[in-house]
């Protein structure tokens, strides 16, 4: 998974005609931490996105902006638009985060 770690980098990620995805978290976010033992499987399943992650801490402008009000959450973009979005309350296990991402390829 690729960091971004800019406003400006972000911007020229999202507004790719191919869907990416945005995982948002943080490095005191223990749900975040949780997260990290299961999602590569599925960064491998689902390699129709290109996976990136921003600590939400660095760029709370962006955060803010795309309504990320708990981490981590996984948002998809294509054409700079924000596509889906799956908030934190429903992103701790990986039952969740791969029915979310199966919902978004139908």
Known sequence: ???ITTTEQFNEIISGDKEVLVK???GWCPDCRRMEM???PIVEKYNQY???E???DELPDVAEKYEVMGIPSLLIYQN???KAHLHSANAKSPEQVTEF?????K
């Not at 991402?101 to 390829?105: H, K, M, P, R, V």
């Open 54 to 56: 921003v600590n939400r």
């Open 101 to 105: 991402l199966d919902a978004q390829s």
């Open 1 to 3: 998974m690729q960091k």
């Open 24 to 26: 948002f978290e943080a």
């Open 80 to 82: 700079g638009e924000k």
């Open 38 to 40: 299961f999602i590569d």
């Open 50 to 52: 290109t996976w990136y």
